[in-house]
């Protein structure tokens, strides 16, 4: 199975960012929890793609064990970007939801099953209607083994996939570099904005792990 890797653009076409983080919240709307770390002790975190961070953040703040969600940018070489920028496709980040989770609570394997059935993995630069490199699907990891776990768990999805007729995965899957936070308005988007854009869709195909 071959993954996907982004292919950045070149040196002279990435924006040059900024040093200064963007604007964000620091608590989450529906918990009250921070968005920002030091975490509770013994709690962990990884950052995932499926498109538009909106509806991911949505699915995931809803399971229990989920300690707080974040919308954010990570994959790229921009520092700090803002959303106008991502969307331009030259800071070569995605779209991503960094996800804090008490592992007694819910197991990663929960985490990457939920992963692979919510969104296609298989569309490259894209979900659904939504084009560009700012919606590969993406899986960053927080530890070696998240890393293999999240390897694993697509080597299964793509073997299901396989059996369903489908095409291969083009998930990213690498150990997180820096996640950056999306400006305020984007967290916990769909709580602010019940009616807003979600364009979260399956495959159909069941993951067999957890």
């Known amino acids: 199975m071959s993954l996907f890797s982004n292919a950045n653009a070149s040196a002279s076409r990435v924006l040059p960012g900024r040093d200064t983080p963007i604007e964000t919240s620091d608590v989450h709307t529906i918990n009250g929890h921070s968005l920002h770390p ?3 002790s013994g709690y962990e975190d990884i950052v995932l793609g499926m498109g538009c961070f909106w509806g991911v953040e949505r699915l995931f703040w809803q399971l229990p064990g989920v300690y ?3 919308a954010g940018y990570a994959g790229g070489e921009t520092p700090n970007p803002t959303y106008d920028e991502t969307c331009t496709g030259r800071t070569g980040h995605t779209e991503v939801v960094r996800v804090v989770y008490d592992p007694k609570q819910v ?4 985490l990457l099953q939920v992963f692979w059935e919510q969104h296609d993995p298989t569309q490259g630069n894209r979900q659904g209607n939504d084009v560009g490199s700012q919606y590969r699907s993406a899986i960053f990891t927080t530890s070696q083994a998240q890393l293999e776990a999240a390897q694993q768990s697509a080597a299964a999805y793509q073997q299901a996939l396989d ?3 489908r095409g291969a995965i083009t998930t990213e899957i690498k150990l997180l570099d820096t996640f950056y936070y999306a400006e305020a308005y984007h967290q916990q988007y769909l709580d602010k904005n019940p009616n807003g854009y979600c364009g979260l869709k399956g495959t159909g195909v069941t ?3 957890g």
Do not use: K
């Open 207 to 209: 993951c067999p792990i």
């Open 163 to 165: 059996e369903a007729g």
């Open 38 to 40: 030091p975490f509770p």
């Open 68 to 70: 707080v969600t974040a």
């Open 107 to 110: 197991g990663l394997e929960t």
